[in-house]
T-cell receptor, first 112, second 113 residues
Framework: DAEITQSPRHKITETGRQVTLACHQT?????MFWYRQDLGHGLRLIHY???????NKGEVSDGYSVSRSNTEDLPLTLESAASSQTSVYFC???????????FGNGTRLTVT | SQQGEEDPQALSIQEGENATMNCSYK?????LQWYRQNSGRGLVHLIL?????REKHSGRLRVTLDTSKKSSSLLITASRAADTASYFC?????????????FGAGTRLTVKP
């Protein structure tokens, strides 16, 4: 069965370090998204991509970057981790606009 | 900024009762979707209702959409303990560039056996 996987599930890092969270999907979806989930804020969009070499900023993109070199993967990089980036991060894919999102099980990131 | 706002923030009911959650949004939409999230897991899509639809059913789920009031409701009938989860509405607003999805903060539903 097709799926979307995130790794690692848990990560602890120090302030100032670069961190990369992986997202891999086997749905062959062109659209992929990164969200962060914080108590009281729901899910907020960080970056998204509509295909290879396409990346776009979401509403909370500062301090994050993504790259899309193939259809399956959209890694999320925190250039210099900050305590404010402690959160649960979710990756999602989508077959086409206006269709349901398929989510991974998340990465819990703690920045100390 | 959040597009959808769920109400109530938390809901506790007994097994067998119906659960109703509401979602309000601010701008015109293409569609509205409801998702469920179990603790420690990703969101799972439940149902999608398009802006030209008023009601949709899926099993024990009933979703209504009132575009004039910019609101939607999710009804879970004959609830079960396994329905305990957080429920989110998400909108695919017609005015957003590239149709990115915006989520509310969710309703935490607890179904007591």
């Amino acid at each position: 069965d097709a799926e979307i996987t995130q790794s690692p599930r848990h990560k602890i890092t120090e302030t100032g370090r670069q961190v990369t969270l992986a997202c891999h999907q086997t749905w062959n979806h062109n659209n992929m998204f990164w969200y962060r989930q914080d108590l009281g804020h729901g899910l907020r969009l960080i970056h998204y991509s509509y295909g290879v070499q396409d990346t776009n900023k979401g509403e909370v993109s500062d301090g994050y970057s993504v790259s899309r070199s193939n259809t399956e993967d959209l890694p999320l990089t925190l250039e210099s981790a900050a305590s404010s980036q402690t959160s649960v991060y979710f990756c999602a894919s989508q077959r086409r606009p206006n269709s349901p999102l398929h989510f991974g099980n998340g990465t819990r990131l703690t920045v100390t | 900024s959040q597009q959808g706002e769920e109400d109530p923030q938390a809901l506790s009911i007994q097994e067998g009762e119906n659960a109703t959650m509401n979602c309000s949004y601010k701008t015109s939409i293409n569609n509205l979707q409801w998702y469920r999230q179990n603790s420690g897991r990703g969101l799972v899509h439940l149902i999608l209702i398009r802006s030209n639809e008023r009601e949709k059913h899926s099993g024990r789920l009933r979703v209504t959409l009132d575009t004039s009031k910019k609101s939607s409701s999710l009804l879970i009938t004959a609830s079960r303990a396994a329905d305990t989860a957080s429920y989110f509405c998400a909108t695919d607003a017609s005015h957003y560039n590239n149709n990115d999805m915006r989520f509310g903060a969710g309703t935490r539903l607890t179904v007591k056996p």
